[in-house]
């Protein structure tokens, strides 16, 4: 199960807070500074999340843990919310928890991307303090592997006397959009310039795959799904004949044909919250685990590979522990104005549109140590499945497993918040998309139809669409 997987790599639970006496002072004041909000007075249509949804709606919307939690999984998610928001610091240093950083890295710490736990932002916004990370891939013998000189990711921030990897300038192509009945929308793209390569050119047939932090609320509900309920909604052939042919993310996983179900990442590419934990901490910040003990220094960065290390590995196991429980126990929101007569018809509208194919239905989750994340029915408005969204949205590589085109459906809990708690709405996998009308409009390939049907739409019924969209 998956959530055993998850379990079984952070180690043994009771030692999550050995050693951890350096944290010992404001540990209490910060347990109940993180006290979720009130969760009484549930019934389904605004709890998404069953017992794992928290009545809460500001900019902290996506920081509240999970109700009943126990006293030593307060203490874990403190110290988990400690790690996400430290800056980490080069090696040696006498903050030896969190040295090690780098040498290439792209934020210091978990919440310098996942702003109060949310989505990141795009660079070239306004202010222009926003990060994407850029993976490397090139298809050889069927297969991505990273560039030779660069490695899986482009970073543009490294340790002093070491030079970042580039500096990738990010332009964003408007095109305007003119719906039947008048009223205008306009698309942006980005393209991307590469420049201050300190070890010359990427590969000829290297490209970026320009990534934003996605929100992390739910990522525990999400771990619990079931596998089985994930493939049993496969549809690869489409056999039921509505255009829509999800398939799952089959990750190998030991001899013989075994696999795990990818549940996160943009390509559903990672089966559990250790791996993607590991994976972010590796790439976007050079921090090793035991889960993932390499960093992504090639061959050819010399200089960068005889920096200091922070220890083997650079996050110890109950450090690293706590952090992805921490992820596990982040709540998920209440919807607003469910009763709404507006936001009725306009589930209604959604689901007519044919979105729900994608974006609905409900799941049974599998038991768990944390109560409220434990066979919790829930409805994250995603079918976790990978779906061709067309070429407008495509990157350049595939591999023989997912195509360019294939994303894994984004959940829709929180969906009206972002704003609220990240300042801003940037969406899809580059952020490209700045309302919920763009990120329709760049629906292509299987939901070429829902999308159509959304533009064909009288006014009136695309905003109740959009109001319902605003209450998730």
């Known amino acids: 199960m998956n959530i055993e997987r998850g379990r079984a790599k952070r180690w043994v639970a009771v030692a999550r807070l050995a050693g951890m ?17 009130e969760e009484s007075g549930y019934q389904p249509a605004d709890a998404p999340a069953g017992r794992a949804t928290v009545r809460e709606s500001g900019r902290s919307a996506f920081t509240q843990h999970l109700p009943d939690l126990t006293d030593d999984q307060l203490a874990t998610f403190a110290l988990g919310n400690h790690v996400f928001n430290t800056s980490w610091v080069e090696a040696p240093s006498t903050v030896e928890k969190f040295d090690g950083l780098g040498p290439y890295y792209s934020r210091r710490s978990c919440s310098g991307c996942h702003v109060r736990d949310g989505r990141g932002i795009p660079p070239g916004s306004p202010g222009d ?125 030991g001899p013989e044909g075994q696999f795990e179900v990818g549940h996160f990442g943009w390509k559903a590419d990672q089966a559990t919250i ?36 922070g220890g083997h590995p650079e996050i110890d196991s109950a450090t690293f522990s706590a952090l992805v429980d921490y992820c596990a126990m982040l709540a998920v929101p209440a919807r607003r104005n469910a009763w709404d007569p507006r936001v009725i018809h306009g589930a209604a509208v959604f689901a007519a549109a044919g979105c729900g194919s994608c974006h609905g239905g409900s799941y049974t989750t599998e038991a768990s140590d944390f109560v409220a994340l434990s066979q919790q029915k829930i409805e994250p408005g995603t079918d976790l499945l990978l779906h ?27 969906l009206g918040l972002h704003s609220r708690v990240s300042g801003h709405r940037y969406l899809l996998h580059d952020g490209r998309a700045r309302t919920l009308i763009e990120a329709i409009l760049w629906h292509g390939g299987e939901a070429r139809g829902s999308r159509d049907r959304f533009v064909r739409m009288p006014s009136a019924e695309r905003q109740a669409l959009l109001d319902y969209l605003e209450s998730l």
């Open 129 to 253: 303090d926003g990060v994407f990370v850029y993976g490397l891939a090139r298809e050889l013998d069927e297969t991505l592997v990273p560039d030779p000189k660069y490695g899986e990711q482009l970073s543009e921030d490294a340790l002093p006397g070491v030079a970042p990897e580039a500096n990738v300038a990010v332009h964003w192509l408007e095109q305007p959009f003119r719906f039947p009945d008048g009223e205008i929308a306009s698309l942006r793209s980005p393209a991307y310039e590469v420049h201050d390569l300190p070890l010359g050119p990427l590969a000829f047939d290297t490209h970026l795959r320009p990534r934003l932090a996605p929100a992390l609320i739910g990522a525990g509900l999400l771990e619990a799904v079931p596998d089985s309920e994930i493939l049993a909604r496969e549809d690869p052939d489409d056999k039921d004949g509505d255009g829509v042919s999800g398939r799952a993310r089959q990750i190998p996983d």
């Open 388 to 414: 061709d969204m067309g070429q407008g949205l495509a990157e350049a590589v595939s591999d023989p497993t997912v195509t360019g085109a294939e994303w894994r459906t984004p959940p829709l809990w929180g």
């Open 274 to 309: 250790v791996d993607q934990v590991a994976r972010a901490l590796r790439l976007d910040m050079g921090i090793t685990s035991d889960v993932q003990p390499e960093d992504d220094v090639t061959p050819a960065e010399s200089l960068a590979a005889n920096r200091p290390e």
């Open 21 to 37: 006496a350096w944290l010992a002072v404001g540990l209490l004041a910060a347990v109940l500074a993180l006290a979720p909000a």
